[in-house]
């Protein structure tokens, strides 16, 4: 595979054991592999990264295990950091600033995941890629694979939202559509991957088991860093699902440490809905692992993950940052998603405003300093469910 200079291979974080690019999970232990890199040969300035366009999570490529000109990519990332003073001024707090990941080219930031994850496919031959997805890491791995002329075999829950299994379909994936919510999903890929997927060379771009989207996620905190000026935000507020942009987020910032950077970490806090907040729980209750949700019941789809695999490893980058968790009930998280629409005009998505209305939570009971810093995830734009949006309004006889 065509790597980058200090990508040395992938770290199990339960074992430490290293292997080589192309594996999935630990083959000693199980565990999630963490591509890991030997920072003293990056030699990377505030003043170089400043003379580079603004066009492309790519634009971090020595921080990335594959060259920019190897990647699958649709010009994801780089997406705006919004001001947001009305939130700013509600909350009590010196600034609120929106990443609007809505901006990428399939409307989330799943992107970020899937083009690292296609290019490590694709590097390695790949003919199929599948995946079990609550909506938009499906639509985001059909666009990639599509652009790779790789086929996609994608797993949706019945409940996933309709602009989610369209583009499904328009990209050429192959769709599975399975009733009920994203363990029936998960399941119902398990299955074919037993069935048919391994004998015939599919490639997991799957939460955590190909160990290449976190990694691609991970960018968000380089632009977000770099778009304050290298002022490291007090509080990041992530709508937490899978936890994979959240401990990415978290790894970035400590690798632009490393590298001597920045001095201070972000505080990351995780945003859950209250219908399925199993990091939330083990947070507020002290403990490293999650209990596995039983009944999960949200409207938030990118985040109803009842059983979260990586909570350990979520739970420690919430500590470690400072940070904390906070949940929040989904008729508060529908009215910020349209106070924000209304107030600032970004469009936040129902799962995304979890981030906003969490904040909002964290704001009240007096986490927040009169002069923090404070950045909201949007992770996809609201117009893949504006109907879930508009009808909370009709809900109220608007
Ligand atoms: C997938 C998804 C999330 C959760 O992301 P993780 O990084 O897995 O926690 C949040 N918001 C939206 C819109 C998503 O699609
Ligand atoms: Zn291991």
Same mark, same amino acid.
């Given at each position: ?9 992938? +770290? ?22 963490d591509p890991a890199y030997d920072y003293g040969v990056i030699d990377l300035t505030r003043e170089e990264l400043a003379e580079r366009p603004f066009d492309s999570m790519w634009r971090y490529e020595e921080l990335l295990p594959f060259p920019r000109e190897s990647a699958i990519t649709i010009e994801e990332g780089a997406t705006p ?9 509600? /909350? ?52 990639? @694979? ?11 829950? +019945? ?7 369209? /583009? ?33 060379? #599919? ?26 000026? #290298? ?35 972000? @505080? ?5 809905? +209250? ?35 990586? *909570?350990? #490893? ?42 906003? *209305?969490?904040? #909002? ?32 309004? /009709?809900?109220?006889?608007?």
């Open positions: 595979m065509e790597t980058t200079a200090a990508f040395v291979g992938l +770290s199990c974080i339960d074992c430490g054991e290293r292997f080589d690019p192309d594996a999935n999970r630990c083959p000693a232990c199980g565990g999630i592999l950091l919004v001001e947001c003073e009305k939130l700013a001024a509600e /909350m009590g707090v010196g600034r609120v600033l929106i990443k609007d990941e809505g901006r990428n080219p399939t409307g989330s930031f799943k992107d970020r995941g899937q083009t690292v994850a296609m290019t490590a496919a694709a590097q390695q031959g790949a003919s199929d890629v599948a995946l079990a997805s609550a909506g938009n890491a499906g639509q985001a791995a059909a666009a990639y @694979a599509g652009r790779a002329d790789i086929d996609a075999h994608v797993f949706l829950p +019945s409940r996933a939202g309709f602009t989610n299994k369209a /583009m499904v379909n328009v990209h050429g994936g192959d769709m599975t559509v399975v009733g009920g919510r994203i363990g029936d999903a998960g399941a119902a890929y398990a299955d074919a991957m037993a069935e048919e997927g391994e004998s015939e060379g #599919w490639h997991s771009v799957g939460t955590f088991v190909t160990p290449y989207r976190h990694e691609g996620k991970k960018t968000m905190a380089y632009e977000t860093i770099e778009q304050l000026d #290298w002022e490291v935000p007090d509080a990041v507020v992530y709508p937490t699902g899978g936890g994979v942009g959240l401990v990415g987020m978290h790894k970035a910032a400590t690798e632009l440490r490393e590298l001597g950077l920045i001095d201070e970490l972000p @505080a990351m806090y995780a945003a859950q809905s +209250s219908g399925c907040a199993p990091i939330v729980e083990a947070f507020e209750a002290g403990k490293d692992r999650h209990e596995p949700v039983e009944h999960p019941d949200t409207i938030c789809g990118g985040i109803e993950i009842p059983d979260p695999g990586a *909570s350990p #490893w979520i739970l420690e980058c919430l500590r470690e940052s400072g940070g904390g968790a906070v949940a929040t009930d989904d008729e508060e998280i529908l009215e910020s998603a349209i106070g924000v629409a209304k107030g600032e005009g970004v469009e936040m998505g129902a799962t995304c405003a979890a981030a906003a *209305s969490g904040a #909002w939570k964290l704001a009240d009971e007096g986490e927040f300093g009169a002069d923090d810093t404070v950045v909201l995830l949007n992770t996809a734009t609201s117009n893949k469910d504006s109907d879930v949006l508009r009808s909370h309004l /009709m809900g109220k006889g608007i």
